[in-house]
C-alpha cells in the first residue's frame, strides 16, 4: 500500500470553548493497513495554564473500522466544578450517509474522570447506560495518573452495532471529536490520550493518517480572543498506548510509506501519467436567485392591478359604453392600446405590503374601476419532498431508478436520479405577473434558502382574457361626412339640417348613429348612395387584446408531484452469508470474516508449493469462508 | 516409514479455512505407499474401513498439512488405503490471511451502492406517484391581473 502525498487536516473550531475538530474521510484512505496502531502526537510537555496550549497536548490514535461512520467524542466540563478540567467524556455515533443522528443515549458511553489526585487507571471507568449495547471500554492500565496531569485513554471501544451498516465510499464521511475547555483562567493541565479506537476483533482496519494540523479560535461572548495553528506529529506505535502519556513525543515525523512490492507511485516518476489528481471537489452552492429589486411599476411606466369578476365587469362596460362623452374620449385617445393585457394567472397576486386600493385610469381616463395595485414579479414556494432511498443500494440510483416531476404550468419534465436521491427536493417559481411568463427552480439541499439550483425551466402561465373595445367615434365621423356631402351637393336645407345635427350631435355628445342615417335619408338618391357607404363604414370597430389561447395552465394539476420508477427487487438481505455483496476495497484478508471472493491476490509469504499456491489462488477467487 | 495421521470427522464447509473438528478424533500410524505423494497422499493403515468410514479429514503432521479424505480403499479387513488431498486452505490460513488483495464480494465487508447483478430485480418496476410538495400551489380560483401603460398618475 503506499499512501504517500496525502495531506490531511483537522479543522478546528472553538465557540464558546467547544471545539469541534473535524477530520475529512481522505484520512481513512490514507492510513496504512499494517496492523500497526498509530498516534497523532504534540510535543508538549504538560503543565501549561491555557486552553489553547491544552490543545497542544493533544494525543490521537486512530483505529477502527474503515470509514463507515462519524462518531462524536464530547469532553464537557461538569459546570458546577471549578477544580476538574474534564468530567466526563460522551461519545456517540452517527451515520454520515442517513444524516440521521443516533440519540443518546443509546450509544453513548460515558466515561468518568475522577478528581485530581486520585490515582486514575482507564479499566474500570466505563459508566454504560442503558442501551449501551456491547460497548466495552479496555483502557490500558499502564497510563499513568498523577498530580495534576489528567489522562484520560480509550483504550478501546466497540463500535456498537456500527459495524453493522455498509461501508460507503461514496459518501462523505467524517469523524469528529468535540472538546469543551475549560474557560479561560482556569489551569488546564495534562494530556488528553485518546487511544485506540477499536471495534470488535476482526474488524480493526488500521490506518495511518500522514500529516495533521489544526486551527484553533476562541471565542469568549462572541468574541474573537485567540486564534493559532496547532501542528501535530505523527508516531508510530506498535500496539498500545502505554507509553504516550506525559512525555514529549521525540520521534520523527513519518516519511512517505514505501511499498516494496509495488514500488511504482512513490519511485517512479508518474508525474504525467495520471493517477495523482487531487481532485478540486469542493461544490460552491448555487442557490436559488432573489427576485430582481427593481421592476416595471416601480419605475412608474407601467402599473398592474389585481381585479375582481366584478372589476372586469366594469371595465367592460367602460370599454363598450357607446355614451357620447366616453365614445369621442375612446375615439380620441384610443384606450384599449394602453392597456397590456388583462389576463388569469393561477395565483393570487402580491399586494406591496402598505398598498391601497386606487381608481383605475387609463390614459388618464377614469375606467371607473377600483382595484390594488400588485408587484410585477413574485416568488411561490411550491415547498419540498424528500425524496428517500428504497433498497439503499445502488438500485436506489441511475439507471435503475428513473425520477420525474410534474411542474405546474410546465408539465413533467425527467430528472437525473442521482441529483435528487436521497434528498430534500425545493422547487420555487420567480413569476413576473405582467407577461405570465415564470423560471422554475428545481433545487436540492436541507433548506430552500441554502439548496443548490440543478434545474431551471421556463413557463407561461397567463391565461389572456379577451378584452374589446367599442369604438362609436368612426360613425359620428360618417356623420359628419354625410353632412359634408350634402353641404357640397347643393341641398342647402337638408345640407343645413343634416349639419346642424350633426353639430348639435357633437355638441350634445350624443353620439347616434341613427342621427347620421336620419340625416342620410333627407338627401335624395345620391345621399342615399352616399349613406350605404357610410353605413358600412359606421360598424363598430373592435380591437382585440390578447388570445384565447394559453390557458391549459388554469386546468393542469396545481401542485408539484414526483413520478418515481423503482426497480423491483428479491429480498437479498440474507445473501450475505451465501454469496456475499460487492465489496471492490483492497483489503488484508485477516480483516475479513465469513464469505469473500477474492478478485485479485498476489500470494505471497506462504510457504507451499507452486500446485497449491495455485489452488490457493483458484479457491479464493472461487469463494472462501475466511 | 511410519507416521502419525490423526483422523477427524469435520462439518465445516470445505471453502472454510478454519474447520471445526467433532469430538472422536483418532491418532493412528500409517506409510505412504510408492505412488503417492504429499499432495494427494495414499497411506496405508492398519484398521478395518468400518473403522475409518465415519473419518473426512486427517492430519499428517510429518507433512504438516491437513488433508480431506477423498477415499478409503479396503485392501484386506484390516488394512485400508486412505487417499487425502492437501486442504490448502487451512493448512495455510495463517499465511493467507497475511495476504493483501482486492475483495470481489465479501460477507462483512460491503458496499451494496456497487452494481451488483446478483440481486434480482423484477421486469415489471414499481412506479410510484410521491405526495404534493409540502408548500404552496396554483390556486383553483385564479388571480386577475390588469396591465396598464402609464401607470394611474396619467
Not at chain 1, 127 to 145: D, Q, R, V
Not at chain 1, 494 to 503: D, L, S
Not at chain 2, 82 to 90: F, P
Request: net charge negative; glycine share 10%; aromatic share 10%.
Amino acid at each position: 500500500m503506499l499512501y504517500a502525498d496525502f495531506k490531511g487536516y483537522l479543522n478546528y473550531t472553538d465557540t464558546e470553548y467547544h471545539t469541534t475538530i473535524l477530520c475529512d474521510n481522505r484520512l481513512y484512505e490514507m492510513m496504512p493497513d499494517d496492523g500497526s496502531v498509530v498516534q497523532l502526537l504534540t510535543a508538549k510537555p504538560e503543565g501549561y495554564d491555557s486552553s489553547a496550549e491544552m490543545t497542544e497536548a493533544i494525543y490521537e490514535a486512530l483505529k477502527f473500522a474503515p470509514g463507515t461512520y462519524r462518531s462524536t467524542y464530547d469532553i464537557s466540563p461538569d459546570a458546577e466544578s471549578d477544580t476538574d478540567f474534564l468530567d466526563w467524556l460522551d461519545v456517540f455515533g452517527f451515520r454520515s450517509d442517513s444524516k440521521v443522528e443516533y440519540e443518546a443515549p443509546i450509544n453513548t458511553i460515558i466515561i468518568p474522570i475522577e478528581s485530581p489526585g486520585v490515582s486514575q487507571y482507564g479499566i474500570g471507568n466505563l459508566w454504560l447506560p442503558a442501551g449501551g449495547g456491547g460497548s466495552f471500554f479496555n483502557c490500558s492500565t499502564n497510563i499513568p495518573y498523577t498530580g495534576y496531569t489528567y489522562v484520560m485513554a480509550v483504550g478501546g471501544m466497540s463500535c456498537c452495532n456500527w459495524v453493522e451498516y455498509p461501508y460507503e465510499p461514496t459518501h462523505p464521511k467524517h469523524f469528529q471529536w468535540q472538546f469543551a475547555i475549560y474557560p479561560e483562567g482556569y489551569v488546564n493541565r495534562g494530556i488528553i490520550d485518546f487511544g485506540a479506537l477499536t471495534s470488535e476483533p476482526g474488524q480493526l482496519y488500521v490506518k495511518r493518517i500522514a500529516s495533521v494540523s489544526m486551527e484553533c479560535w476562541q471565542y469568549t461572548s462572541g468574541d474573537l480572543i485567540g486564534k493559532w495553528n496547532v501542528s501535530i506529529r505523527l508516531s508510530k506505535a506498535t500496539n498500545n498506548i502505554t507509553n504516550l502519556a506525559g512525555g514529549p513525543f521525540d520521534g520523527a515525523q513519518l516519511g512517505p510509506i514505501h511499498d516494496t512490492e509495488n514500488p511504482s507511485t512513490d519511485e517512479d516518476d508518474n508525474s504525467n501519467k495520471g493517477g495523482n489528481g487531487d481532485g478540486d471537489n469542493s461544490s460552491f452552492p448555487v442557490t436559488i436567485p432573489e427576485l430582481p429589486t427593481r421592476d416595471m411599476t416601480s419605475a412608474g411606466g407601467v402599473r398592474i392591478y389585481t381585479l375582481d369578476p366584478s372589476d372586469i365587469l366594469t371595465l367592460m362596460s367602460y370599454l363598450n359604453s357607446n355614451a357620447p362623452g366616453d365614445a369621442i374620449l375612446k375615439w380620441w385617445q384610443n384606450p384599449i392600446q394602453a392597456i397590456l393585457s388583462l389576463h388569469y394567472l393561477p395565483y393570487p397576486l402580491d399586494i406591496p405590503s402598505g398598498a391601497t386600493a386606487e381608481s383605475v385610469k387609463v390614459l388618464g381616463i377614469d375606467t371607473g374601476v377600483t382595484a390594488f395595485p400588485a408587484k410585477q414579479f413574485q416568488t411561490i414556494h411550491f415547498g419540498k419532498y424528500e425524496l428517500k432511498p428504497d433498497s439503499k443500494t445502488y438500485l436506489d440510483y441511475s439507471p435503475y431508478t428513473k425520477v420525474s416531476i410534474y411542474l405546474p404550468g410546465i408539465g413533467i419534465r425527467e430528472l437525473n436520479t442521482d441529483d435528487v436521491m436521497n434528498q430534500r427536493i425545493w422547487v420555487v417559481y420567480n413569476c413576473d405577473n405582467i407577461t405570465g411568463q415564470f423560471m422554475a427552480f428545481v433545487a436540492v439541499g436541507d433548506k430552500e434558502k441554502d439548496a443548490t439550483v440543478k434545474y431551471s425551466f421556463c413557463g407561461q402561465v397567463a391565461a389572456p382574457f379577451p378584452l374589446s373595445q367599442e369604438n362609436w367615434g368612426n360613425t359620428f365621423i360618417a356623420g359628419a361626412t354625410l353632412a359634408a356631402g350634402a353641404l357640397a351637393g347643393g341641398v342647402a336645407a337638408a345640407g343645413k339640417a343634416t349639419a346642424a345635427a350633426g353639430e348639435g350631435s357633437f355638441i350634445s355628445g350624443a353620439a347616434n348613429a341613427e342621427a347620421g342615417k336620419a340625416a342620410g335619408a333627407a338627401i335624395g338618391k345620391q345621399a342615399l348612395n352616399i349613406g350605404s357607404s357610410a353605413n358600412a363604414l359606421s360598424k363598430p370597430t373592435i380591437t382585440r387584446s390578447g388570445t384565447v389561447s394559453g390557458t391549459t395552465s388554469l386546468f393542469g394539476v396545481r401542485q408539484p408531484y414526483l413520478i418515481v420508477e423503482r426497480p423491483n427487487y428479491l429480498p437479498y438481505q440474507s445473501m450475505a452469508a451465501v454469496k456475499g455483496f460487492p465489496c471492490g476495497m483492497c483489503l488484508k484478508l485477516s480483516d475479513l470474516k465469513g464469505y469473500s471472493v477474492i478478485e485479485s491476490v498476489h500470494l505471497s509469504g506462504i510457504p507451499a508449493t507452486e500446485g497449491e499456491i495455485e489452488e490457493i489462488e483458484t479457491l479464493l477467487k472461487g469463494g472462501v469462508i475466511l | 516409514m511410519s507416521f502419525k495421521c490423526n483422523l477427524y470427522t469435520t462439518l465445516s464447509e470445505r471453502t472454510a479455512l478454519d474447520k471445526t473438528m467433532e469430538p472422536g478424533g483418532i491418532e493412528l500410524e500409517g506409510t505412504l505407499i510408492n505412488s503417492s505423494n504429499i499432495i494427494n497422499p495414499s497411506i496405508h493403515i492398519y484398521r478395518s474401513a468400518e473403522t475409518l468410514a465415519s473419518y473426512n479429514y486427517m492430519v499428517i503432521p510429518n507433512f504438516n498439512r491437513r488433508y480431506f479424505i477423498t477415499d478409503v480403499q479396503a485392501l484386506t479387513a484390516e488394512t485400508c488405503i486412505v487417499s487425502g488431498h492437501v486442504d490448502v486452505l487451512s493448512t495455510y490460513k495463517g499465511a493467507i490471511r497475511e495476504n493483501t488483495a482486492v475483495i470481489a464480494r465479501a460477507e462483512n465487508k460491503w458496499n451494496l451502492y456497487l452494481d451488483d447483478n446478483l440481486i434480482k430485480v423484477s421486469s415489471i418496476p414499481k412506479i410510484l406517484t410521491k405526495q404534493y410538495f409540502d408548500g404552496g400551489y396554483f390556486t383553483k380560483n385564479p388571480g386577475i391581473a390588469l396591465v396598464v401603460v402609464g401607470g394611474n398618475n396619467q
